[in-house]
């Protein structure tokens, strides 16, 4: 039996791993088949379930990037319920909800400032919130 016809001479080599330690990184649309992101889990219904990032994307010469997670070892999502639905419509009510009139918005209203200008111009202009 020669050398090179045990398995222990035989190497698997990733063309993705740094060779530091470190998680191998790919650029955009260029990871491998079992792999997905936190938000392509979600559209999954799946979550990580407590795994770590295997690798990472990056995209935007390297500004942007996203972890990636094994498919296999995700889980499925927890159900929304009553309990946990209550308290995200009280945060987002208090996001969309304006301070000076109380009107409930269907967006986010970005900065206390920018709002707080739209008032006064409301009021030069002799125009109410309502």
């Known amino acids: 039996m020669y050398a090179h016809e045990t398995d222990e001479d035989l190497v698997d080599i990733d063309p993705h791993d740094p060779g530091d330690g470190s998680l191998p990184v790919f650029r955009w649309r260029q990871a491998g088949p079992g792999l997905a992101t936190r938000r392509q889990l979600r559209e999954m219904g799946l979550r990580p379930g407590g795994q770590e990032p295997v690798a990472r994307i990056e995209c935007r010469g390297g500004r942007r990037f996203a972890w990636l997670y094994r498919i ?59």
Do not use: W
């Not at 209550?86 to 206390?112: E, K, N, S, V, W």
């Open 72 to 130: 296999d070892l995700a889980r499925p999502k927890f159900p929304m319920t009553l309990a946990k639905e209550a308290p995200l419509d009280a945060a987002m009510a208090a996001r969309q909800t304006c301070g000076t009139c109380r009107r409930r918005y269907f967006h986010c209203i970005q900065a206390a400032v920018f709002h707080r200008m739209q008032h006064i111009s409301h009021r030069a202009n002799s125009l109410s919130c309502s």
